[in-house]
């Protein structure tokens, strides 16, 4: 094939929604042929989108510890960035003084709500599109995380038994709390 028809190829198959990692201008002739040969179908939009964070409460402080509680989170579940489509909500609650059922078994005075809600329409495992997950983090007597759902539980790897009770997942410590 001759230089011209290479060029032209490319540019086809740019216009046909055809993902290419170097600008046509710097591609010698055997990437134009693998562009033409193989090409790589672009990912819907959703998969590179940025996800939604909202704050809550939403001062500077309150952000900062959320955002470290949100890449502890990360971290410790480690399937969290490969189950989630890139188009969800994720929204971070801040509770102080929360007496609820975590205060009395784990010593949680403050808590963390990481909530994430996955789009319906996500490119990902069935079983989690549509899903809103909601783990919660504190530290206290027995610093970590809470999930219930099966979904939340295989995320993090932790066995689900079916009972539907709370999994409960240690850390170290929880040092932004």
């Avoid at 959703?46 to 510890?65: G, K, T």
């Avoid at 939340?152 to 929880?174: I, R, T, W």
């Amino acid at each position: 094939m001759n230089t011209k028809r290479l060029v032209l190829l490319g540019f086809i198959a740019l216009l046909a929604g055809i993902v290419v990692g170097v600008s046509i201008t710097t591609m010698t002739k055997k990437q134009l042929v693998e562009v033409a040969q193989n090409p790589v179908v672009e990912q819907p939009l959703m998969q590179s989108a940025s996800p939604l964070v909202e704050y809550f409460p939403n001062d500077s402080a309150s952000i900062a510890m959320l955002n470290a509680a949100l890449d502890l989170l990360k971290k410790r579940c480690i399937h969290i960035k490969n189950y989630t489509a890139g188009g969800e909500t994720i929204t971070l609650h801040l509770y102080r003084n929360n007496h609820d059922y975590r205060e009395q078994k784990y010593g949680w005075d403050d808590e963390i709500l990481v909530e994430i809600a996955v789009p319906d329409n996500a490119d990902i495992p069935a079983e989690m599109a549509g899903q809103t997950l909601y783990y919660y983090m504190g530290k206290g007597k027995r610093p970590g995380i809470t999930m219930n759902k099966s979904q939340e539980k295989l995320l993090c790897n932790v066995e689900n038994d079916g009972s539907g009770v709370d999994a409960f997942l240690p850390l170290d410590d929880v040092p932004f709390l």
